[in-house]
């Protein structure tokens, strides 16, 4: 018997697959699903990753799973195994050499997929492969990338654009304090530039107004965390501050999440360099309200 769970705390998951050589690295994610196997002590975290080729039609979905504490906390040397689910039969794609308790690990779970779960997973290969064909289709002229022009990320893997610049989408949604806020993240593509900063526009909705209003401009550095640019500032210092971390608090994983972000643009300019370099060789590998400025408040 199976059971699948969402696991209410974070829990540090690696960046790589145990065995893949790489240090070890983590990311706190929240809202994971646990899938709980009644022959074994501890649960598997879940990741769930498609196909990256934009021309590809594959139709199925790379399920790994790693043994984890109840906690959440990672274990030195877990149990893990991994297999590629077809969308279509439901059924493992490409059998590898396992052992005999990871194989049945693997046949418990595809014996107990509810239609709920292939309906969850065909959305979410739908939603994938669309972001990586809007991104295939994200041009930009060489000489605006080379210095360093900012672009927002639901600009290049975004359905409509973004909401700075006319579109009806924010990298992140949160609430405060009985406010929607959203932010919209901008990234440097060039990949010669190694400046790993991303700038955060912050905004509010003012249901008075129906309108988007700003309220600062942040820049996060991952080496030397987050300030303020206090050039372009519509609410205190100290308010910003406090917006920041309220939003870093209340999903610890997006801190994660800018840096994966931050490498996939890269990617997208490396990807648009190489096309340039090389015309008609196209190779790619990625790892609706109105807004309103209102005025400026004093910085403390």
């Not at 009644?38 to 799973?65: H, Q």
């Not at 008075?208 to 080496?223: C, M, P, Q, T, V």
Request: glycine content about 8%.
């Amino acid at each position: 018997m199976m059971t699948i769970e969402k696991f209410k705390g974070t829990v540090r998951v690696p960046r790589s697959s145990p065995g893949e050589g790489a240090e070890d690295e983590y990311d706190e994610r929240k809202g994971l699903p646990l899938v709980r196997f009644d022959s074994y002590r501890n649960p598997f975290v879940m990741l769930e990753r498609s196909c990256t080729n934009p021309g590809c039609n594959c139709n199925e979905v790379s399920l790994s799973f790693t043994e984890i504490e109840n906690s959440g906390k990672p274990i030195p040397d877990p149990t893990w195994f991994s297999f590629c689910l077809d969308l279509n039969t439901w059924k493992e794609k490409r059998i590898p050499e396992r052992s005999k308790i990871s194989q049945g690990f693997v046949d418990e779970f595809i014996n107990n997929l509810t239609d709920e779960m292939k309906t969850r997973f065909k959305k979410d290969y739908a939603s994938s492969k669309q972001r990586v064909r809007n991104a295939a289709r994200f041009k930009m002229p060489i000489d605006e990338i080379e210095k360093g022009t900012l672009v927002s990320y639901m600009n290049v893997f975004g359905n409509t654009g973004s909401i700075l610049t006319g579109g009806k989408e924010a990298g992140f949604g949160f609430e405060n304090k009985g406010k929607e806020h959203f932010i919209d993240d901008l990234y440097c593509i060039n990949p010669r530039c190694k400046c790993e900063t991303v700038q955060l526009v912050f905004l509010t909705y003012d249901e008075e107004k129906n309108a988007l209003i700003d309220l600062f401009l942040g820049i996060f550095s991952f080496k030397k965390g987050f300030t303020v640019d206090e050039e372009d500032i519509f609410c205190t210092k100290k308010e910003a501050l406090k917006i920041f971390a309220d939003w870093k608090k209340s999903e610890p994983e997006n801190i994660g999440l800018l840096k994966h972000r931050y490498e996939e643009m890269k990617a997208i300019g490396q990807r648009i360099l190489s096309e340039d370099d090389n015309p008609g060789k196209v190779k790619m590998k990625i790892p609706g309200k109105k807004r309103t400025k209102k005025k400026k408040k004093g910085k403390k």
